[in-house]
């Protein structure tokens, strides 16, 4: 998704500074729970966050990894509905929290925020839609392929880029083991795919991730 701080004027930007109060998250703090109140949107000012949905064995999937400038779970600040999962700051993070009241406001007196939430939910619908499909259809090759190819689309400039996330991070983004998503990885670096230095998987060239995609 779009950074939404990154997109907006300095006008809106200073309504939200106004609005939202800042909060610091150290790494693995706990931001809302599942089923709480959706009662702010978060929007993260530095860092980074997951959304951690577990089901009814146990089983832990991150639904979304979210950086500096991205906002997150605004469909249920919007409807009014519980939060969908947990989220947790995956290293030191600072968020501005934006009450519910605020957000409803903002977006009817503001069409440039009410565009970004818009675009934020488009974006967010393609990207769901491409994560059911890769969980569907795809081998575990081709699931943390994908994986590792959002992860580097999201915080590469052009270079090589170190995806910074664990394996059991990727793993629960893939629908994967943490056991196998290791296996795989190996496979991926003696097929030339990726780079691991010690224990660290670098993307080298995210082309050649998007070959062995197909894409």
């Known amino acids: 998704m779009k950074p939404l701080l990154d997109q907006i004027g ?15 998250f150290d790494d693995g703090q706990m931001i809302f ?39 997150f779970a605004v469909p249920p600040v919007f409807d009014g509905a519980p939060y969908p999962a947990s989220a947790y700051a995956m290293e030191t993070t600072k968020l ?19 565009f970004a939430v818009i675009g934020w939910t488009c974006d967010m619908l393609r990207d769901k839609t491409a994560t059911i499909q890769n969980l569907a259809t795809a081998s575990p090759d081709q699931r943390v392929a994908n994986v590792l190819l959002k992860l580097s ?32 990885t190996k496979r991926l670096s ?11 998987i670098i993307i080298e060239e995210a082309d050649r991730l998007r070959d062995f995609l197909g894409q």
């Open 190 to 200: 003696e097929a030339g795919l990726i780079t691991i230095v010690r224990g660290k």
């Open 33 to 71: 729970a599942a089923f709480e109140d959706a009662s702010f949107l978060p929007i993260v000012v530095s860092g980074k966050v997951k959304m951690l949905h577990v089901f009814e064995n146990g089983k832990e999937v991150i639904i979304g990894i979210f950086g500096d400038g991205e906002m």
């Open 96 to 114: 501005m929290l934006l009450r519910r009241e605020d957000f409803l406001s903002l977006l009817r007196k503001s069409d440039e925020f009410a």
């Open 153 to 184: 689309e999201k915080d590469g400039n052009g270079g090589p880029v170190k995806i910074k996330v664990r394996r059991q991070d990727i793993a629960e983004m893939a629908g994967l083991t943490t056991e196998t998503t290791i296996r795989v």
């Open 10 to 24: 300095d006008e809106l930007r200073a309504e939200l500074e106004r609005l939202a109060s800042t909060r610091r």
